[in-house]
């Protein structure tokens, strides 16, 4: 029963889905199914909700379309992809690319070995899986495993700092995840065998 119920949790750890995302530029973020790029508009669906209308933006709405294959467009104020933002002298302040930095991670780091390592260390020996916790919770993530989904916005302190902290932050609460989960199954399991 305890391993029906371990790779249920697991499965439902990896729910990964791949959409394309419209960044107006307000900032709006859209999750979509883009369908059709024209000279003047942008066509798509929305991610969830694939068989429904179909929905129309003018491309000067637009700073950038991110596709789930990881190809981008950035598009100039003349409704074409064209150069990046620094060359386009849009100025983002500080805090801004902090907050951005934060919703970048929240999005794209998923750390499955904490919460696994902390579950499995705590299912084998409960003191073990508290001293794993401890440890993990006191590292923050290395730099190679942060799934950074775009290396010149990560070349910015301000995000950088953001993008990190967050991750931390989310490793932080996985880890404490797996060893509560380890802790539930322990106890489920003790009170199943009396």
């Known amino acids: ?71 981008k467009e950035v598009y100039n104020e003349n409704n074409s992809p064209g150069p990046g933002p620094a060359e386009q002298n849009l100025v983002i302040t500080a805090d801004e690319m902090y907050r951005k930095g934060i919703k970048d991670a929240g999005k794209n780091y998923y750390p499955i070995l904490p919460w696994l390592g902390t579950l499995g260390s705590t299912m084998l020996f409960w003191p073990a899986g508290l001293g794993v916790t401890i440890g993990t919770f006191a590292t923050p993530p290395k730099e190679k495993n942060l799934n950074i989904p775009d290396d010149e916005l990560f070349k910015d302190p301000n995000y950088k700092k953001g993008y990190k902290d967050k991750a931390y932050k989310i490793k932080k609460t996985n880890a404490v995840l797996g060893f509560a989960t380890g802790t539930l199954l322990l106890v489920t399991v003790a009170m199943l065998a009396n």
Do not use: C, H, R, W
Request: hydrophobic fraction near 45%; avoid cysteine.
């Open 1 to 71: 029963m305890k391993y029906v119920l371990l790779v249920f949790m697991l499965m439902a750890s990896f729910s990964l889905s791949a959409q394309d995302i419209i960044i107006k530029k307000d900032g709006t973020e859209i999750q979509a199914k883009v369908t059709e790029v024209n000279e003047l508009d942008i066509k798509y669906k929305k991610f969830d909700n694939q068989d429904g209308p179909v929905y129309t933006l003018l491309k000067a709405e637009v700073f950038m379309v991110k596709y789930q294959n990881g190809d």
